[in-house]
Protein backbone atom coordinates (compact mmCIF):
# COMPACT_ATOMS: atom_id res chain seq x y z
CA UNK A 1 0.00 0.00 0.00
CA UNK A 2 1.57 3.20 -1.32
CA UNK A 3 1.01 6.00 1.33
CA UNK A 4 0.61 9.72 -0.33
CA UNK A 5 3.07 11.65 1.51
CA UNK A 6 2.64 15.20 -0.75
CA UNK A 7 2.14 18.62 1.81
CA UNK A 8 -1.12 18.98 2.74
CA UNK A 9 -2.64 22.56 1.67
CA UNK A 10 -5.22 22.74 4.59
CA UNK A 11 -2.62 22.49 7.21
CA UNK A 12 -1.22 24.93 8.83
CA UNK A 13 2.20 23.61 10.02
CA UNK A 14 2.44 21.96 6.62
CA UNK A 15 2.15 18.31 7.74
CA UNK A 16 1.85 15.58 5.42
CA UNK A 17 -1.27 14.36 4.01
CA UNK A 18 -0.59 10.57 5.10
CA UNK A 19 0.36 11.65 8.81
CA UNK A 20 -2.21 10.99 11.36
CA UNK A 21 -3.58 14.34 12.74
CA UNK A 22 -4.64 14.86 16.44
CA UNK A 23 -8.23 16.74 16.17
CA UNK A 24 -8.16 20.17 16.08
CA UNK A 25 -8.34 22.23 19.09
CA UNK A 26 -11.70 25.07 18.84
CA UNK A 27 -10.55 27.79 17.08
CA UNK A 28 -12.02 31.08 18.90
CA UNK A 29 -14.17 32.85 16.69
CA UNK A 30 -11.88 35.42 14.20
CA UNK A 31 -12.77 38.43 13.69
CA UNK A 32 -12.57 39.22 9.84
CA UNK A 33 -10.15 41.53 8.84
CA UNK A 34 -9.97 42.25 4.98
CA UNK A 35 -6.57 42.94 4.13
CA UNK A 36 -5.43 46.06 2.40
CA UNK A 37 -3.79 45.04 -1.27
CA UNK A 38 -1.09 46.67 -2.13
CA UNK A 39 -0.79 50.11 -4.42
CA UNK A 40 0.63 47.12 -7.37
CA UNK A 41 -1.17 44.58 -6.40
CA UNK A 42 -4.31 46.54 -6.71
CA UNK A 43 -3.74 47.80 -10.53
CA UNK A 44 -2.65 44.64 -11.91
CA UNK A 45 -6.19 43.05 -10.26
CA UNK A 46 -7.90 46.55 -12.05
CA UNK A 47 -6.00 46.64 -15.16
CA UNK A 48 -4.13 43.52 -15.65
CA UNK A 49 -0.65 43.27 -16.18
CA UNK A 50 2.25 45.56 -18.20
CA UNK A 51 1.63 49.31 -18.95
CA UNK A 52 0.27 48.42 -22.83
CA UNK A 53 -2.31 46.32 -21.72
CA UNK A 54 -3.05 48.48 -18.73
CA UNK A 55 -3.43 51.53 -20.75
CA UNK A 56 -5.79 49.72 -23.07
CA UNK A 57 -7.88 48.21 -20.62
CA UNK A 58 -8.05 51.68 -18.63
CA UNK A 59 -9.58 53.50 -21.38
CA UNK A 60 -11.94 50.58 -22.03
CA UNK A 61 -13.04 49.83 -18.87
CA UNK A 62 -13.40 53.83 -17.84
CA UNK A 63 -15.28 54.55 -20.84
CA UNK A 64 -17.39 51.70 -21.57
CA UNK A 65 -18.17 50.93 -17.78
CA UNK A 66 -21.56 49.44 -16.90
CA UNK A 67 -22.44 52.57 -14.98
CA UNK A 68 -20.91 55.88 -13.22
CA UNK A 69 -19.55 54.14 -10.15
CA UNK A 70 -18.02 51.80 -12.31
CA UNK A 71 -16.31 54.70 -14.15
CA UNK A 72 -14.93 55.77 -11.91
CA UNK A 73 -12.97 52.94 -10.16
CA UNK A 74 -10.94 52.66 -13.37
CA UNK A 75 -10.85 56.53 -14.41
CA UNK A 76 -8.08 56.96 -11.65
CA UNK A 77 -6.50 53.69 -10.01
CA UNK A 78 -3.86 55.60 -8.22
CA UNK A 79 -6.32 58.44 -6.43
CA UNK A 80 -8.98 55.65 -6.78
CA UNK A 81 -7.01 53.18 -4.31
CA UNK A 82 -5.94 55.92 -1.86
CA UNK A 83 -9.38 57.23 -1.62
CA UNK A 84 -10.96 54.09 -0.88
CA UNK A 85 -8.68 52.95 1.71
CA UNK A 86 -8.13 56.41 3.43
CA UNK A 87 -11.35 58.45 2.62
CA UNK A 88 -14.37 56.33 1.48
CA UNK A 89 -14.25 53.23 4.18
CA UNK A 90 -13.60 55.50 6.89
CA UNK A 91 -16.22 57.49 6.11
CA UNK A 92 -18.63 54.49 5.43
CA UNK A 93 -17.97 53.39 8.91
CA UNK A 94 -19.94 55.79 9.98
CA UNK A 95 -22.33 57.26 7.16
CA UNK A 96 -24.96 55.82 5.16
CA UNK A 97 -23.52 54.90 1.48
CA UNK A 98 -24.18 57.71 -0.75
CA UNK A 99 -23.05 59.92 1.82
CA UNK A 100 -19.83 58.59 1.83
CA UNK A 101 -19.41 58.41 -1.81
CA UNK A 102 -20.29 61.86 -2.12
CA UNK A 103 -18.12 63.29 0.51
CA UNK A 104 -15.23 61.09 -0.96
CA UNK A 105 -15.99 63.28 -4.46
CA UNK A 106 -15.50 66.20 -2.67
CA UNK A 107 -12.49 65.15 -0.26
CA UNK A 108 -11.09 64.20 -3.92
CA UNK A 109 -11.99 67.74 -5.27
CA UNK A 110 -10.86 69.65 -2.73
CA UNK A 111 -7.73 67.68 -1.30
CA UNK A 112 -6.69 66.19 -4.72
CA UNK A 113 -7.39 68.94 -7.36
CA UNK A 114 -7.81 71.83 -5.57
CA UNK A 115 -5.49 72.47 -2.93
CA UNK A 116 -2.65 71.48 -4.48
CA UNK A 117 -3.13 73.85 -7.49
CA UNK A 118 -3.50 76.62 -4.74
CA UNK A 119 -0.03 75.36 -3.29
CA UNK A 120 1.90 75.22 -6.69
CA UNK A 121 0.17 78.51 -7.51
CA UNK A 122 0.47 80.32 -4.53
CA UNK A 123 -3.37 81.37 -4.79
CA UNK A 124 -6.07 80.68 -3.58
CA UNK A 125 -9.20 80.68 -5.79
CA UNK A 126 -12.86 79.72 -5.49
CA UNK A 127 -12.59 75.82 -5.52
CA UNK A 128 -13.77 74.53 -9.11
CA UNK A 129 -12.40 71.41 -8.87
CA UNK A 130 -14.44 71.01 -5.43
CA UNK A 131 -17.65 71.71 -6.95
CA UNK A 132 -17.02 70.26 -10.12
CA UNK A 133 -16.74 66.65 -8.26
CA UNK A 134 -19.28 67.31 -6.31
CA UNK A 135 -21.70 67.29 -9.26
CA UNK A 136 -19.80 64.06 -10.12
CA UNK A 137 -20.36 62.42 -7.09
CA UNK A 138 -24.48 63.43 -7.37
CA UNK A 139 -24.56 62.03 -10.56
CA UNK A 140 -22.96 59.27 -8.97
CA UNK A 141 -25.91 58.58 -6.82
CA UNK A 142 -28.40 59.87 -8.56
CA UNK A 143 -27.84 57.08 -11.57
CA UNK A 144 -27.36 54.30 -8.16
CA UNK A 145 -30.77 55.23 -6.93
CA UNK A 146 -32.43 55.49 -10.43
CA UNK A 147 -30.70 52.23 -11.04
CA UNK A 148 -29.43 53.44 -14.05
CA UNK A 149 -27.49 50.10 -15.56
CA UNK A 150 -25.34 50.40 -18.81
CA UNK A 151 -24.45 46.40 -19.04
CA UNK A 152 -26.71 46.15 -21.68
CA UNK A 153 -25.97 48.56 -23.60
CA UNK A 154 -23.29 48.03 -26.54
CA UNK A 155 -19.72 49.34 -25.72
CA UNK A 156 -20.06 52.39 -27.89
CA UNK A 157 -23.12 53.18 -26.78
CA UNK A 158 -21.60 53.57 -22.54
CA UNK A 159 -18.44 55.25 -24.37
CA UNK A 160 -20.81 57.75 -25.82
CA UNK A 161 -22.98 57.98 -22.75
CA UNK A 162 -19.78 58.31 -20.38
CA UNK A 163 -18.31 60.71 -22.21
CA UNK A 164 -21.98 62.62 -21.91
CA UNK A 165 -22.26 62.07 -18.15
CA UNK A 166 -18.57 64.05 -17.92
CA UNK A 167 -19.62 66.35 -20.33
CA UNK A 168 -22.36 67.08 -18.97
CA UNK A 169 -21.74 67.33 -15.09
CA UNK A 170 -18.85 69.45 -15.99
CA UNK A 171 -21.20 72.02 -17.65
CA UNK A 172 -23.35 71.54 -14.61
CA UNK A 173 -20.80 72.64 -11.73
CA UNK A 174 -18.80 75.25 -14.40
CA UNK A 175 -22.53 76.53 -14.58
CA UNK A 176 -22.66 76.33 -10.53
CA UNK A 177 -19.23 78.06 -10.40
CA UNK A 178 -20.41 81.07 -12.52
CA UNK A 179 -23.05 81.47 -10.28
CA UNK A 180 -21.66 80.88 -7.11
CA UNK A 181 -17.82 81.96 -7.56
CA UNK A 182 -16.83 85.75 -7.21
CA UNK A 183 -16.31 87.41 -10.52
Not at 113 to 119: E, K, L, Q, R
Not at 121 to 137: C, D, K, L
Given at each position: ?28 A????K ?9 E??L ?6 Q ?43 P???W ?6 G?FL ?7 L ?17 A??I ?17 I?V ?14 L????G??
Open positions: MKMDMSVDPDTEDGATAGALKAPAAPRPLVRHRRRSLNAYLRLGHGSATARTWLLRSFGARSFSEFWRYWNPVYGYFLHYYCYKPLRRRLPRAAVLTFVACFHDAPGWMARHVRFPEMTAIFMVFGGVMAEALKIDLARMPLPIRVNAAYLVGSWEVAHLTRLAPG
